[in-house]
């Protein structure tokens, strides 16, 4: 009997790596979903030339087209629907969803941030991090609701902040934590380990973390 696979909708409006991640995890068997249909806010992002290549059905929504967000998100919903999804992935999607969106899939999108929230909100965060002298950045995989960034943590990866970085340097290193931890996230709400206590994420039977810890710069001597 075929292992029924987790349907999810990806929803994007650029190049699609995080999208090319979560492909590379399905199709080397690491990742127990299938995405039932893809839609991008622009017909040129270059999410839609994966879609092809790997055979995804793939809808173009453009926001202009629509007199109001509300009717832009429903057209979403309408879509997703009838693929039969089952959780929504935000891959890039350069779009704030309304309650419309989120009510119709309550605690059924995800999101990433590359940053470690609730740090760095918004836009052009890795220049926020370094302009603020952080230590760590890293990225955030987490449960989307009605604010910009805010919904329940998932998932985090911390990268360092290096001396000499500019946002595009500490950007690539983060987005490689991205490509790691957004299908891991994927593959725990498949699997039914994640659960909702107030803001917390509960994931069960999860490996205990050691209590070591991380410094930058370097310890010496202490």
């Known amino acids: ?5 987790l349907k999810i909708g990806v929803l994007v409006s650029g190049s699609g790596s995080n999208l090319q991640s979560i492909i590379d995890g399905i199709e080397a068997g690491r990742l127990d ?14 999410a839609l030339v994966r879609c092809k290549k790997h055979g995804i059905p793939a809808v173009v929504i453009r926001h202009q087209d629509f007199p109001t967000r509300e ?3 429903r057209q979403m919903i309408d879509v997703l629907r009838s693929h ?18 989120l009510n119709a899939f309550p605690m059924k999108i995800m999101n990433i941030h590359p940053a ?16 603020h002298g952080v230590r760590f950045s890293g990225c955030t995989v987490h449960f989307a609701d009605e604010g910009v960034d805010t919904g329940p943590v998932i998932i985090q990866a911390v990268v360092p902040v290096l001396a000499g970085d500019t946002a595009d340097t500490l950007a690539a290193r983060i987005l490689r934590e ?16 994640l659960a909702l206590s ?8 999860c490996p205990v973390m050691p209590e070591s810890a991380f410094h930058n710069p370097p310890l010496s001597g202490f």
Do not use: N
């Open 198 to 205: 107030g803001r917390k994420v509960i994931i069960k039977e």
């Open 33 to 46: 979903a299938e995405i039932s249909v893809t839609i991008s806010s622009k017909p040129d992002a270059y």
């Open 71 to 73: 009717a832009f998100d």
């Open 116 to 131: 470690l929230l609730p740090a760095f909100p918004g836009t052009h965060v890795q220049q926020q991090a370094i302009d």
């Open 1 to 5: 009997m075929k292992e029924k696979k």
């Open 178 to 193: 991205e490509h790691r931890i957004y299908p891991q996230a994927i593959q725990l709400y498949a699997e039914g380990r």
């Open 84 to 101: 039969a999804v089952e959780l929504v992935v935000m891959a890039g999607f350069m779009r704030v969803l309304t309650p419309v969106f």
